[in-house]
């Protein structure tokens, strides 16, 4: 049976039971400053105890606070410690006449957000698009996470496409995505415990080189900021084209280089699959043999002899590299050409440029002058043409007289057949007919090689010109008498503006019906000119 001292000894170290309750936080993330409180009461009422201190331990992370005359104590740590499910404990060592008492309960140190962003390949052709990727996820088991929300500047030469191609949703969260902007966000979602969400943008590259691409950090309410995300694209330029006749001006019948030069502007990326198609226009041809010279990056070269085609298809230029090769093509028919190609293309880098060049096809022409025709004491000259047979036929040789004012006085059509010789007499054939009825004494001859019209050839309103024939012609000289020289007419070209000009002539000159004008006209001839 226990003493009266001993009844009283009791009293003195502690005989009045109390309850700790804790009352704070059970919750927060790294960084954050949370409040631990706990109320100190007398057991089995609610009544508090004041002035007794109480201590308070998260993990590692402890405080203390001292209870107000309602039994509440409190005080705050900044949580430092890695996400993941602690304890928080409060105790009360006991004072005077107070027992000791202590709790604990549960407590999470929440992760934040998580977020990882990708492009759809590492390259996209210069303004092509391409998808960024996020992906956004909540690490914590047993917590959600509300208000996650991150922004993504896009690096200059990157905006959004248009339209965006939005693709995915986030947690109930607001994805701004503005056309032709350079930002991409997302505010306001909430994913649960373990949960994640993903959600694509379309992006297009408009200025050709590398980009990295970093968002800001991710945040939410629970779990504070999470790291940044960051991806790299490379914005690849398309080839560039450049072409050039080696030539400005041919004559039917002759060939020139044609050149093109293709360059990969790119400083990091090689390009493959490069080609272009280029149609020759009609008054060109590939030449037999087209000549080729030179390459492009291991790539098929296409120019068949006689065709109106070049090509190239699947070639490869490194990073900074260029190629050049050139073929050979032909004039068939006069004219001013602009020859372009089609846009040069690549599997990296898209379409790039098309590439434009020049040349005027010229008509052949041979050319002469003659003196003293039709003068007294003075021997007749001729003009010779022959026909090599270099095109396999018989050939026109389309005969046009210019006076001494470069008016057109006579014109005519003569058949040479391979290998044969049409000898003309000056005062006879060529200037005995003249238009205006006024004798010519002096002038010039022009000669076009034309193809026949059914194997004849009728005076000249409409020419194919040709090359082929050659011609010569004497020369009567004064000097105290009349002396003959004998020299070879003069090759040039003629434009095809020019030789419309020619036709139209002749024509109007046919068109008479007087007979005046028409050269070689004599039934000498008749077999063989203007038939």
């Known amino acids: 049976m226990s003493s009266i001292g001993d009844f009283f000894q009791s009293f003195v170290v502690g005989s009045t039971k109390t309850t700790l309750t804790y009352t704070g936080a059970t919750a927060g993330h790294d960084g954050e400053s949370v409040t631990l409180s706990a109320v100190l009461t007398l057991s089995g009422t609610p009544a508090g105890i004041g002035g007794q201190t109480i201590s308070f331990s998260v993990g590692t992370q402890n405080c203390s606070g001292v209870t107000n005359s309602a039994g509440l104590a409190f005080c705050s740590i900044t949580l430092t410690q890695v996400p993941g499910v602690y304890t928080v404990a409060a105790k009360f060592a006991g004072s005077g006449n107070y027992q000791a008492s202590n709790t604990s309960t549960g407590f999470t140190i929440v992760a934040p957000p998580t977020i990882a962003k990708s492009f759809s390949g590492p390259t996209v052709p210069l303004n092509h698009s391409t998808g960024l990727t996020f992906t956004i996820g909540n690490p914590n088991g047993t917590v959600g996470l509300s208000g996650i929300g991150f922004a993504d500047t896009l690096p200059a030469g990157l905006v959004v ?15 701004v995505a503005a056309a032709g902007s350079s930002s991409i966000s997302l505010s306001g979602a909430a994913l649960g415990a373990s949960a994640n969400c993903v959600f694509t943008v379309n992006v297009t590259g408009k200025v050709a080189g590398p980009k990295t691409n970093t968002t800001s950090v991710i945040t939410s309410i629970q779990g504070g900021n999470g790291e940044t995300a960051s991806a790299s694209i490379t914005v ?11 030539a400005s001006r041919i004559v039917i019948g002759d060939s020139t280089a044609l050149s093109f030069t293709i360059v990969n502007p790119n400083t990091t990326v090689a390009l493959t699959s490069v080609g272009f198609t280029d149609s020759l226009p009609a008054g ?15 790539g098929t070269i296409t120019a068949t002899a006689g065709s109106n085609s070049i090509s190239l298809s699947g070639a490869t230029l490194a990073a900074s590299s260029s190629c050049t090769f050139a073929v050979n093509v032909t004039g068939t028919i006069a004219g001013t050409y602009i020859n372009t190609t089609s846009a040069v293309n690549s599997l990296d880098g898209g379409s790039g440029n098309k590439a434009s060049a020049t040349i005027t096809v010229l008509a052949p022409e041979l050319t002469s002058y003659f003196s003293n025709a039709n003068t007294a004491g003075a021997p007749d000259e001729t003009v010779q043409v022959t026909n090599p047979g270099l095109s396999g036929g018989k050939l026109c040789a389309d005969i046009f007289v210019f006076d001494a004012n470069q008016e057109l006085a006579e014109c005519c059509s003569c058949v040479v057949s391979p290998d044969g010789l049409l000898t003309l007499s000056m005062d006879t054939d060529l200037t005995g007919n003249p238009l205006t009825g006024t004798t010519l004494t002096t002038g010039v001859i022009q000669i076009i090689p034309a193809a026949t019209t059914g194997k004849l050839c009728p005076v000249p309103t409409a020419m194919t010109p040709v090359q082929s024939l050659r011609a010569w012609s004497t020369h009567i000289q004064e000097d105290g008498g009349f002396t003959l020289t004998e020299s070879k007419f003069t090759s040039t070209g003629i434009s095809a503006a020019d030789l419309s000009s020619l036709q139209a002539q002749c024509s109007f000159i046919g068109s008479g019906g007087s007979g005046k004008g028409i050269c070689a006209d004599s039934a000498a001839l008749a077999s063989v000119c203007n038939n």
Not at 236 to 246: G, M, T
Not at 284 to 298: H, M, R, Y
């Open 161 to 175: 496409s248009t339209p965006n191609g939005l693709v995915g949703s986030c947690g109930g969260g607001v994805i």
């Open 236 to 246: 690849v330029a398309p080839p560039v084209i450049s072409k050039a006749f080696a």
């Open 284 to 298: 060109l041809v590939v030449a037999t043999p087209n000549g080729l010279a030179g390459s492009c990056g291991g």
